[in-house]
């Protein structure tokens, strides 16, 4: 127990020696939630509308102006002509086009449909549909007002509309952030943790002391601990100061146990860590340990985790994959605390895989290291 | 000159004959193409959604069945319950709750207005934007056929008072949506990952390759050489070039076999934007290698660089999306506007004219990085 | 000035608060072999990455070939030949295709390329591994081509890091003998070694200790001025102020 005691205290004394890695590997994590959570968005505002009005009247101007103060659009061109469109798509400057048919106002007098066209750049599909339905909502508005001024003036309107009445639930803000900054935290902690397994395993080689410590009388077990539980240590602090930040500057409620949450982060970063070790373990070229880690956790992590994009919308051999994606469980613990505000009752499942991923790994681990030695 | 040939055969030779990076060459970023396409996307299909239908009329389960019928959802849960409902929402198996209320039928006909209440899961995130919209869609269509469905005088017969139809202003909406024609997001997604594609090859390659001779000591004895760090860096970077390129061709076939990603635009435009592309991508490879000392090194801090690269680069999130600050941020990122010239070219078919200034934002780049890192890069260390 | 094809005033590189090459002062002759002792640590290496133009020394002068290495440092690489202490050979390619990269960087015809190639292939009896990547050749082979590809533009001078570091002592004997031939050309060597018996092989040796130069001159005479019977011996009691041993 001592030789463990003695093997910790060495580890610790290292990792605080050298401040400049220590000063990355905290500030780091803390650096990047800031600019991905600001950059990592999915919020439409903003929308770049143009306007084909070639014989602009009353209603024309009106409808304009409804979509000018709608707060979503901003308008950045008016052109005579539907062709003009053409170059403002291509090079990006408009997002959506409205064109009016010229006689807007004096069709609408006389009972006429009106009609309007509305263009959408539909490159990515989503946004697509959302600008759509965004652009029909104004012009629903509109419509509805010249009827009630109809009904008013007595004209009954014989069209039924059904309104929806929308709740979201645990993001009422409807902020974007709130749903990726959770996930932000898993995939920030696992970069925190593979560059702390490169820099214990760049120590390792250059001090050439594994050997060494394999055939000291410490046990595989307890050479691992002592090597993950310095970084461990580190990681945790990492997350605290990442949860601080998705506090303040995101406001990324906190509905569930701040507690549990560091719980649950720190058996991620367990996870993650054992991961790093087994892999410094088995391999012995060290480039390929380096693009093995790499590739097997930050590129999962940021594509598979449902971090940014939704585990429900992979094809279903991705979706079986994503579940050996530690990232994952951890993206779905953190949402369900922050922001359904839910306890260990909801999240047992997901903590018990981490739990077993853990377990798993930190066995491999041993065996490796155990059949080093013979 | 001569000697760019000479190192720049050695090159090739080098390159052919490293199995690990012929890998890296051919094997994984066709492995990430597929797999990235795969992953990345928003697409909504058979969303989970809890129906509680209040009402139990007619009108009420002709909405259900309309929901149903829409294709984008599955109707997993119908008790009459919003505890069970609620639970969905808690336990995340639901995306959506709609909620009819028990005067729906009566409202309409009535008033000829209905609420419908749809709960969304604000955790699901742009999924939920998205189901919300469908729903919303579903709900004006429905609304539109009931209209056409019961005749004005059955409405006005109901509403005991008279209606007449002409003289009410109506505005006849059509949509047309630009590109996209099949509203796939792989077609969206495949012209970026390509980028990405490039710039592994590009930067991570090379800073690879510079380090290593660093760590072997090749290096230090081309420096003992009278080779000038022009001719060397020439050399050194022209046959990735060669590569990048290559990758790109790689990566256009497999998207069209794989996805059929349109390609509306001159791909010859698209060639000569990732040659620009191409200098600043392997501009940043050698400016890290001058930091790092050995291979491993180069691969991390190269993925480092990189992927913040990506997640900024609206490769993944939209640009627009972005906090303004940020946005300003992006401008300096290459691969950012690469992303923005692949897809106007590959999806909106731009031309020149449509691209000019994502492109000559990337020239000055190239100049301004390559000549950085060649000043950074010392024969003698000071 | 054609006889001086080496000659260094009060080197000095400091890293910092370390000195790693205190003052030095040494000459080499055209044609000369003058070997560079020391221990490991010495400084050996630092003072000849100076001299070839890998590290800007912090203070005194040199002239390599007549060119003075601030100014010049270009102009003398085309003049001198390395070999470093990892031979620095492409293990991936050939020998001949290692020939061909540093004698066209050299400005050599491919004529020259070819002749020079075949010439060196035979000398060492590499004709019949001329094809296989060195990778693949024993360390001795390696280092005797390495020797050899440093050489192959005929330079003026030749700066030798450790050639014989790690290689067996019939391998050794190759070695310099390969060493010799390039003196009897014409070619200055200067070699750096911490093998003090290879010491008897040069014409004139220096010996570092601590950065600085604690003797110079021929074998012979120095070992006479001493009263020693080897340049070991000779070392020891140089480097023995520095050495404190625990009673």
């Known amino acids: ?374 | 000159m001569r000697r760019i040939l000479f190192l720049a055969q050695a090159e090739v030779l080098h390159i052919v004959r490293d199995r690990i990076l012929v890998a890296q060459i051919l094997v994984v970023p066709i492995v990430q193409l597929l797999i990235l396409s795969n992953a990345a996307t928003f697409q909504i299909r058979n969303t989970s959604i809890h129906v509680v239908d209040l009402d139990r009329t007619s009108t009420s389960r002709g909405l259900v069945s309309h929901l149903a019928a829409s294709g984008h959802f599955q109707i997993v849960g119908t008790a009459p319950s919003l505890d069970a409902a609620n639970e969905g929402l808690l336990a995340g198996t639901v995306t959506m709750v709609v909620v009819i209320p028990h005067d729906f039928e009566v409202s309409l006909v009535r008033t000829g207005v209905a609420p419908v209440e749809l709960s969304v899961n604000g955790e699901k995130g742009s999924a939920a934007g998205i189901v919300q919209a469908y729903a919303a869609r579903v709900l004006v269509d429905y609304a539109a056929e009931l209209t056409a469905r019961l005749r004005p005088g059955v409405l006005a017969a109901k509403a005991a008072v008279p209606i007449p139809v002409r003289g009410v202003p109506r505005i006849d909406v059509r949509v047309r949506g630009r590109y996209n024609p099949t509203l796939n997001y792989q077609h969206y997604m495949v012209p970026g990952i390509l980028v990405a594609l490039v710039t592994m090859i590009g930067t991570l390659l090379s800073a690879q390759n510079i380090a290593r001779e660093k760590e072997l000591g090749t290096l230090e004895q081309l420096n003992v050489t009278p080779i000038r760090r022009g001719e060397f860096i020439t050399a050194k970077l022209l046959p990735f070039w060669a590569l990048g390129l290559l990758e790109l061709s790689l990566g256009l076939i497999v998207g069209k076999l794989v996805f059929d990603i349109p390609m509306v635009g001159s791909v010859l435009l698209l060639y000569g934007a990732a040659v620009v592309y191409l200098a600043v991508a392997l501009g940043i490879g050698l400016w890290i290698s001058t930091l790092v000392e050995t291979q491993q090194q180069a691969m991390f801090v190269t993925f480092f660089i990189v992927i913040i690269y990506l997640l900024m680069s609206g490769l993944f999130t939209p640009i627009d999306s972005m906090a303004p600050w940020v946005q300003a941020v992006s401008q300096i990122n290459p691969v950012r506007h690469f992303v923005t010239i692949s897809r106007a070219i590959l999806m909106k078919g731009a031309g020149p004219a449509a691209i000019v200034e994502p492109l000559s934002i990337l020239a000055i780049s190239a100049v301004v990085i390559l000549t950085l890192a060649v000043r950074q890069y010392r024969k003698r260390l000071a | 000035m054609n006889d001086v094809a080496i000659e260094v005033k009060e080197l000095t590189r400091r890293f910092g608060d370390f000195t790693a090459v205190d003052r030095i002062s040494f000459d080499v002759r055209s044609g000369e072999v003058f070997g560079f002792l020391g221990a490991n640590g010495a400084g050996k290496t630092t003072a000849i990455r100076m001299l070839i133009g890998l590290l800007e020394p912090t203070g005194g002068t040199a002239r390599i070939a007549g060119h003075d290495i601030y100014s010049e440092s270009e102009a003398i690489k085309q003049s001198i030949g390395y070999m470093s202490q990892r031979f620095s050979l492409y293990e991936d390619l050939t020998p001949r295709e290692n020939i061909r990269l540093y004698g066209g960087i050299y400005g050599l015809t491919r004529q020259q390329i070819r002749e020079r190639s075949d010439r060196v292939l035979a000398r060492l009896g590499l004709a019949g591994v001329a094809d296989d990547a060195v990778r693949r050749l024993p360390l001795g082979w390696r280092q005797k081509l390495a020797f050899s590809v440093a050489l192959i533009h005929e330079p003026r001078i030749v700066f030798l890091d450790e050639p014989t570091s790690g290689v067996d002592p019939i391998t050794r004997r190759q070695f310099w003998e390969l060493i010799y031939e390039a003196a009897a050309a014409g070619t200055t060597v200067l070699v750096s070694t911490h093998y003090m018996d290879e010491a008897e092989y040069c014409d004139r040796i220096s010996i570092m200790v601590s950065g600085r130069i604690a003797a110079i001159g021929a074998p012979a005479d120095l070992k006479q001025q001493s009263g020693v019977d080897s340049i070991d011996e000779l070392f020891v009691r140089l480097a023995r102020p520095q050495s404190e041993k625990p009673a």
């Open chain 1, 1 to 374: 127990m001592s030789a463990l005691r003695g093997l910790l205290q060495k580890e610790a004394f290292h990792i605080l020696r050298d401040r400049r890695t220590l000063i990355v590997l905290i500030a780091l994590p803390v650096v990047q939630v800031v600019l991905f959570g600001y950059a990592i968005r999915t919020d439409i505002d903003g929308v770049r509308l143009a306007v084909v009005d070639a014989a602009p009247d009353y209603a024309t101007m009106a409808l304009r102006d409804r979509f000018a103060s709608a707060g979503v659009f901003r308008t950045v061109s008016v052109v005579a002509r539907t062709a003009d469109l053409e170059p403002l798509f291509q090079n990006g400057q408009a997002q959506q086009a409205i064109v009016f048919k010229p006689g807007f106002a004096a069709d609408l007098a006389r009972g006429e449909p009106a009609q309007i066209l509305i263009i959408t750049d539909a490159t990515e599909p989503n946004t697509g549909s959302l600008l759509q339905a965004y652009a029909q909502a104004v012009i629903d508005g509109y419509q509805r007002e010249l009827s009630a001024s109809a009904t008013s003036s007595g004209v009954r309107v014989s069209r039924l509309t059904i309104t929806p009445d929308v709740r979201v639930r645990f993001n009422p803000t409807r902020a974007s952030s709130n749903l990726f900054v959770p996930g932000l935290m898993a995939f920030v902690l696992t970069i925190v943790s593979s560059m702390m397994t490169a820099i214990s395993l760049t120590r390792e080689k250059e001090t050439g002391t594994m050997e060494a410590m394999l055939v000291s009388p410490l046990r595989p077990l307890e050479i691992i601990v002592g090597k993950v539980a310095p970084y461990l240590a580190i990681g945790f602090v990492s997350a605290i100061a990442i949860v601080v930040e998705a506090r303040l500057v995101f406001r990324v409620p906190l509905r569930g146990s701040l507690l549990l949450l560091l719980f649950e982060a720190a058996l991620f970063i367990l996870v993650s860590l054992s991961l790093g070790i087994l892999v410094s373990a088995r391999t012995s070229s060290q480039r390929l340990a380096m693009m093995a880690a790499l590739l097997g956790t930050m590129l999962p992590n940021v594509l598979l985790s449902g971090f940014i994009f939704p585990v429900e919308s992979m094809p279903w051999l991705l979706r079986i994959l994503s579940n050996v994606v530690p990232g994952r469980w951890f993206v779905a613990i953190a949402r369900g605390i922050m922001l359904k505000g839910v306890g260990l009752a909801y999240v047992w499942r997901e903590t018990l895989i981490l739990a077993v991923m853990a377990a798993v790994l930190l066995a491999a681990s041993v065996h490796s290291f155990k059949e080093r030695l013979e």
